[in-house]
């Protein structure tokens, strides 16, 4: 019996149409409340991925959700690269190995702290190329700015479907981005901008997956994309779906920030992000993803200028893989909490009462018997205040779950969860007998350099990429 229900517990069911109505994602008709952690494939080693992968599911993770990164796979136009820590595939298939689902996010613009935000280097050289636009003046260079876009896009859709990892062919992978929060830049468009954006929607629906395409930070995302929330605060900051019958999906919900050198590490507390995940599910939220839940490592020239190497390191997985406590148990157990009323939160109907100035319960009610609350105190001190009756005291700035509105499972506030330190220990020394490389650079001649101009060059149109630095005489 044990058994039984143990392998029920563990066995996520995969395949299926995805669709999806006002409340949440259907996966196979049924709703869904879906947390999600962001790892990046190239940030790790294929070594990595297997355990990183399983202990994201152990701290209750249904989804990862991934980058796909585009000047790594076609550094060179029409030469791509698919090995490797680049094996998409493969990332995608071991997810599915155990069970969960991913979130593929095209861009092909994407940022995320990667140099050029993704876009390879040669696109920079096609003549009057207008990234991100829908340029009137430039329509024929911009028709091919879009057909790159374009190109890429179908690529990694079609690598896709003849590997069978969309849901609708029974594969892990339930939703889909194009384009990353364009609504930053889009005013620098001006007119061109809404456009570009109607295109990258219709380009993505025209591409059939079988399941449905978010728009991140993009408040007008045309039907049928899903407008979806970045942010820390999502459960206070949202405006919600801009349609009815679009739910509410939080695709970054930063764990901390990427850190730039010389600059000190973002903490986030495990409390605080409890707390904004819990109130983003009492206010009808059913999709969080951790951005990151592993930061790892950019490798090589990867990152984006000022980014240190490590990548998130704060997330519940560090760096290296390791669990990063309290974090990562403070969430296990939220997210215990609310999947263990998962039904109700998605069959019942919300209801928001007033329990005091600054304390809020968010009611999902079904029956007499079938209810969940979530109680929230934003005041910074202790309350006691009554839910049906019954006296429950809420700690400072903190959200109570109550799975049958009866006993409070969890409280975002109180951590149960043991913090632990990081200690490193020297592999190797670098003492005076080992060995120490030095590299000299010559320092050129101007009399012996071949490149002239008598105008100014810029650095990524001259050195293509093959270094970050440009020795430049200008007289
Ligand atoms: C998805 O829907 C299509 C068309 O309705 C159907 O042929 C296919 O079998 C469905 N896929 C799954 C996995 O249910
Ligand atoms: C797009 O791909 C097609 C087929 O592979 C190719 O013929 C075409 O030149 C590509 N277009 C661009 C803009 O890369
Ligand atoms: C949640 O959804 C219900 C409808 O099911 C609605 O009445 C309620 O106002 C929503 N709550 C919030 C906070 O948006
Ligand atoms: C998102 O995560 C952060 C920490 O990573 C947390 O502070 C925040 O409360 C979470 N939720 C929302 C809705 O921002």
Known sequence: ??????????????????????????????????????????????????SLIATAKKGGI??????????????????????GRRDIVKFIEEIQAQGLYVTLRIGPFI??????GGLPLWLHDIPGIVFRSDNEPFKVFT?????????????????????????????????????????????????RGPPYVRWAAQMAVGLQTGVPWAMC?????PDPLINTCNGMECGKTFKGPNSPNKPSLWTENWTSFYQAFGEEPYLRSAEDIAYNVALFI????????????????????????????????????????????????????????IKSCSNTLLSATQTTLNLGTKQEAYVFRKSSTECAAFL??????????????????????????????KKVAFNTAKVRTKYSTRTMKYGLQFG????????????????????RANKLLDQIGTAKDTSDYLWYTFR
């Open 432 to 451: 005076s007998n080992e060995q120490w490389e030095v590299y000299q650079e010559a320092i050129p001649k101007f009399d012996e350099t071949s490149l």
């Open 111 to 116: 940022e995320s702290e990667w140099t050029y």
């Open 143 to 191: 028709i091919l700015s879009l057909s790159y876009y374009n190109n890429f896009t179908t690529k990694i859709v079609n690598m896709m479907k003849s590997a069978n990892l969309y849901a609708s062919q029974g594969g892990p992978i339930i939703l889909s981005q194009i384009e990353n929060e364009y609504s930053m830049i889009e005013g620098a468009f001006h007119e």
């Open 217 to 221: 930070k993009q408040d007008d995302a």
């Open 62 to 83: 249904d989804v990862i959700q991934t980058y796909v990164f585009w000047n790594l796979h076609e550094p060179q136009q029409g030469q791509y690269d698919f090995s």
């Open 1 to 50: 019996m044990l058994l039984l229900l143990l392998t029920a517990a563990f066995t996520t069911a995969h395949g299926g149409n995805v669709t999806y109505d006002g409340r949440s994602l259907i996966i196979d008709g049924q709703h869904k409340i879906l947390f999600s952690g962001s790892i990046h494939y190239p940030r790790s080693t294929p070594e990595m991925w297997p």
């Open 376 to 405: 929230e105190n934003t005041d910074n001190k202790a309350v006691t205040i009554r839910f049906q009756n019954i006296p429950y005291s809420l700690p400072p700035k903190s959200i109570s779950i109550l799975p049958n509105c």
């Open 282 to 337: 009492a206010k009808n939220g059913s999709y969080v993803n951790y951005y990151m839940y592993h930061g790892g490592t950019n490798f090589e020239r990867t990152g984006s200028a000022f980014v240190i190497t490590a990548y998130y390191d704060q997330a519940p997985l560090d760096e290296y893989g390791l669990i990063r406590q309290p974090k990562w148990g403070h969430l296990k157990k939220l997210h215990a909490a």
